[in-house]
């Protein structure tokens, strides 16, 4: 079975901390995101990898910068975090097949910025 | 990109199948159907996907109508287990974007025992 982890469950800072969030997936897919997920606003794609060294953009960028130097590992950080960023975020990995477009997610990591 | 729309929220009785529809009336003929749940206090996870038939795996049915505009997912016996936020998305199988998947609000299955 694909395994997509994340380093924390939960995790509290403080306001202009900068954050860390890893993830790993052991199936050697391409394709890693990082999602957000707030209430009555669904999963919000914050970043996306296709290779190592590799980023795009997603929906909600701003205030995140993510990492990628291995395969396995996809890194997202928070520069300074705000408390507008206390959210529930979300890592995921693909192998990316026209037919057949399946991300496999990680349990999340429920934030807390005070 | 193509929306879906789902009901906010349905319920079951355990063991009874549940039926749970998806329109995409602005479907393109590349985009596949997907669905996804999401249990409490967890990521999302596949359930099943497909394009133009009706496909079958070991969690849940899709049928898929014949101009694709909707399509419905059918869990055969539902169980307290299945309660969770399911997810009709569409995946572009051509063009730019081709990786994205955009989660909506999904809609909410209480199964009551």
């Known amino acids: 079975d694909v395994k997509v982890t994340q380093s924390s469950r939960y995790l509290v800072k403080r306001t202009g901390e900068k954050v860390f969030l890893e993830c790993v997936q052991d199936m050697d897919h391409e394709n890693m995101f990082w999602y957000r997920q707030d209430p009555g606003l669904g999963l919000r794609l914050i970043y996306f990898s296709y290779d190592v060294k590799m980023k795009e953009k997603g929906d909600i960028p701003e205030g995140y910068s993510v990492s990628r130097e291995k395969k396995e590992r996809f890194s997202l950080i928070l520069e300074s975090a705000s408390t507008n960023q206390t959210s529930m975020y979300l890592c995921?990995?693909?192998?990316?097949?026209?037919?057949?477009?399946?991300?496999?997610f990680g349990a999340g990591t429920r934030l807390s910025v005070l | 990109d193509a929306k879906t729309t789902q009901p906010n929220s349905m319920e079951s009785n355990e063991e009874e199948p549940v039926h749970l529809p998806c329109n995409h009336s602005t479907i393109s003929g590349t985009d596949y159907i997907h669905w996804y749940r999401q249990l409490p206090s967890q990521g999302p996870e596949y359930v099943i996907h497909?394009?133009?038939s009706n496909v079958n795996n070991r969690m849940a049915s899709l049928a898929i109508a014949e101009d694709r505009k909707s399509s419905t997912l059918i869990l055969h016996r539902a169980t307290l287990r299945d309660a969770a936020v399911y997810y009709c998305?569409?995946?572009?199988?051509?063009?730019?974007?081709?990786?994205?998947?955009?989660f909506g609000k999904g809609t909410l299955l209480t199964v009551n025992p």
């Open positions: 995921a990995s693909s192998l990316w097949r026209r037919e057949k477009n399946i991300q496999y």
């Open positions: 998305i569409l995946s572009r199988g051509s063009g730019g974007s081709n990786y994205k998947l955009t």
């Open positions: 497909g394009l133009t």
